[in-house]
């Protein structure tokens, strides 16, 4: 087969394009149904915008680690630079200014922020000496890498990407070595100042939807709505679903941005139990690659870099899941390979693109293509 087949071809991951195109066909079909039947607005784009972005991966997968380490710092100051324009020209939607306008499109920059923070803070400890991993020199670099890009998110606002960046530079950090102390009292620390963020950080509308999350039958028309609808949308799904067309929750607008943050709620009416148990094991088998290939690096820079990558992943589909089911503040963070949406399906696919880069390149080479 070897003899037909060209060798940067064959040496392409094809389980994971597999799986891939397996997600993104079922998000095709979720999309398709939600929209009535219909290709547009939402299903006919979004196998669109998948079957793009998978090329743009596999480009990617032919870079080396030595390119991935140069254009590390650059990437994260061109994309800081980058939320800047959003708080100076960015576009409004949704109540939100978080979009560039950028003429042929309109990109969320924030969304970019979450592979060019595991690029930088990958690259920060790869550069440290091993002998000042626990020193003070590890910890404030990496604070400030953090402080710029949250805070200017964390204006927009988005909460929920913010927390997606974070907790990606904090994995990484973790892994190259930082003390178990730091974690430890972090974490104490935010549970002290949580109170304080809720009465004196957060927005009026980010508050509600804290206690929505805490209580959503207390405004099942108001706040709690998105919840409570969600909720009835999976739960009404059973075991093996209403089937396919057949969701009304969905259908009928009782189930509000169903194509988007809420389109687990969606599939789940129309799949049922077994359907979602059947995309979790999808999202479980790219995770298990992405961590196979951190293990499989040869190199300080691209196992950490690996694993942040696929943390990210994991963070996305998550958080989301949490969300819809009610276990998680609404935060607005997608579903990856069946939400509507550009620039998150393109950030998880320079995600993916890395990793297959990493894979294919698993020790340090020379040159910048191959």
């Given amino acids: 087969m070897n003899d037909f087949v060209p060798a940067p071809i064959a040496q ?4 994971t394009i597999l799986l891939l195109l397996v997600m993104a066909s079922f998000g095709f079909v979720v999309l398709y149904s939600a929209a009535g039947g219909s290709l547009t607005p939402w299903a006919g784009l979004h196998i669109t915008r998948f079957l793009v972005f998978l090329a743009m991966a596999i480009i990617l997968s032919r870079l080396k680690e030595n390119f991935w380490k140069s254009i590390a710092f650059p990437v994260y100051i061109v994309v800081v630079i980058m939320l800047l324009g959003v708080e100076l020209i960015g ?12 003429g042929l499109i309109r ?13 930088a803070v990958a690259r920060f400890y790869d550069l440290l000496p091993p002998s000042q991993i626990r020193t003070w020199g590890a910890i404030w670099p990496l ?16 909460l929920g990407t913010t927390i997606t960046i974070v907790a990606g530079a904090l994995t990484i950090a973790f ?28 927005e009026d509308y980010q508050q509600r939807r804290v206690t929505t999350f805490l209580n959503p039958e207390n405004d099942p028309l108001g706040a709690g709505y998105h919840i ?11 075991i093996f679903g209403k089937g396919f067309m057949n969701g009304t929750q969905s259908h009928l607008d009782y189930l509000p941005e169903g194509h988007t943050d809420f389109v687990f709620a969606t599939m789940a009416e129309e799949w049922g139990l077994m359907g979602g148990f059947a995309l979790l094991f999808c999202f479980f088998l790219l995770f ?40 998680a503040p609404v935060v607005g963070i997608p579903l990856p390979f069946l939400s509507h949406g550009g620039s998150s399906m393109m950030t998880i696919m320079i995600c993916v693109g890395i990793l ?6 698993p020790g340090r080479q020379g040159g910048a293509f191959g």
């Avoid at 576009?91 to 950028?102: D, E, I, K, T």
């Avoid at 297959?356 to 390149?361: A, F, Q």
């Fill in 143 to 158: 604070l400030l890498l953090l402080a710029l890009p949250c805070a200017l998110v964390l204006l927009q606002p988005d």
């Fill in 91 to 102: 576009a409004v939607g949704g109540g939100s200014q978080r979009w560039l306008n950028l």
């Fill in 175 to 202: 892994l190259a070595g930082l003390p178990m102390r730091l974690f430890v009292g972090g974490g104490i620390a935010i549970a002290i100042l949580a109170p304080l963020a809720y009465f004196f950080a957060l």
């Fill in 107 to 119: 990109i969320q920059p924030s969304e970019l922020m979450k592979v060019a923070i595991i690029l």
């Fill in 228 to 238: 409570s609808q969600s909720k009835i949308a999976i739960g009404s799904g059973g």
């Fill in 288 to 327: 298990r690659w992405g961590l196979g290939v951190a293990l499989r690096a040869k190199t300080r820079f691209s196992q950490l870099c690996a694993a942040g990558l696929s943390i990210t992943i994991f963070f996305y589909v998550a958080i989301n899941l949490m969300m819809v089911m009610g276990l």
């Fill in 356 to 361: 297959m880069s990493i894979d294919r390149h």
């Fill in 12 to 15: 392409l991951p094809w389980r």
